[in-house]
């Protein structure tokens, strides 16, 4: 392999990581059975199951402040702020922007990530009016599921019926949130060469139409799209753009 293919496929793999916490994630899970691909990773897979839930909870000052920095003050400043309960989310702070801030856990992963248990996790993100309307509710699901105890195969199972059911909204049009957190811990892998386990970036959430339609994942484009493992119980894309700034306006690495 040449040295441009491998810069290549190490720039692609870099943006698959980005992508580890964010609700649609559950998009890229089959739906009825964990996918082998999973069931090969058991024996190192270093959280096989969820970790007490303690663990998982923040400080509430820490964890209101983490989520207002996904996006500008500009805009997260008059945002609503949702904290981590021993039932699922709970509104910290009310806001008159239509936008709403959280933070999210590992469970907001890819079923099939090794690091959907992590306790360490932390995913900064804050939602555009659309997106709360219309993604935020697979978060509220999903949580208030896995801290009643379920399964990841009866999560997918619930997402699955919910969506054919329409108990769960289909994407509004220019759904989007900004992921620019520069505290965000994404997973254990560093993320860019100094050592961050985030890459500022925003996503933009469309229903299926495929990475062409934005020139996405082509040579020198700024946008990825989430890769599609089959499936998915959500009808949803998600498109990826680095921003190369924190929310506060510093530089952000991009590798």
Not at 71 to 96: F, M, Q
Not at 138 to 151: D, F, K, N, Q
Not at 203 to 229: C, D, E, H, K, R
Request: net charge negative; proline share 8%; charged share 20%.
């Amino acid at each position: 392999m040449d040295r441009q293919s491998r810069s290549k496929n190490e720039e692609t793999m870099k943006r698959n990581q980005v992508i580890a916490v964010a609700p649609v994630i559950v998009a890229v899970m089959a739906c009825f059975a964990l996918p082998q691909r999973m069931q090969g990773q058991d024996n190192k897979n270093p959280y096989p199951s969820m970790a007490p839930v303690d663990q998982y909870m923040m400080d509430r000052d820490a964890e209101i402040s983490l989520a207002r920095s996904a996006a500008p003050v500009s805009i997260s400043r008059d945002a609503k702020v949702l904290v981590l309960g021993p039932h699922g989310y709970e509104t910290a702070a009310e806001g008159k922007n239509g936008f709403v801030c959280l933070v999210e856990r590992g469970w907001l992963n890819l079923f099939d990530n090794s690091e959907f248990w992590d306790p360490k996790v932390r995913g900064a993100v804050c939602y555009n009016p659309p997106a709360a309307r219309s993604i935020l509710p697979i978060t509220y699901m999903r949580t208030e599921m896995v801290l009643a105890g379920a399964s990841k195969i009866k999560i997918a199972e619930r997402e699955k019926e919910a969506y054919t059911n329409k108990q769960l909204p289909a994407v509004e049009q220019g759904a989007m949130c900004y992921m620019m957190a520069k505290q965000s811990y994404l997973n254990d892998k560093p993320l860019t060469n100094d050592g961050a386990h985030d890459v500022a970036h925003l996503m933009f959430y469309t229903p299926l139409i495929g990475a062409a339609a934005w020139g996405a994942n082509l040579p020198n484009s700024p946008v990825y799209l989430n890769p599609q493992f089959g499936g998915a119980p959500e009808p949803i894309d998600v498109f990826i753009v680095l921003t190369g700034t924190w929310s506060d306006g510093s530089p952000a690495p991009l590798e």
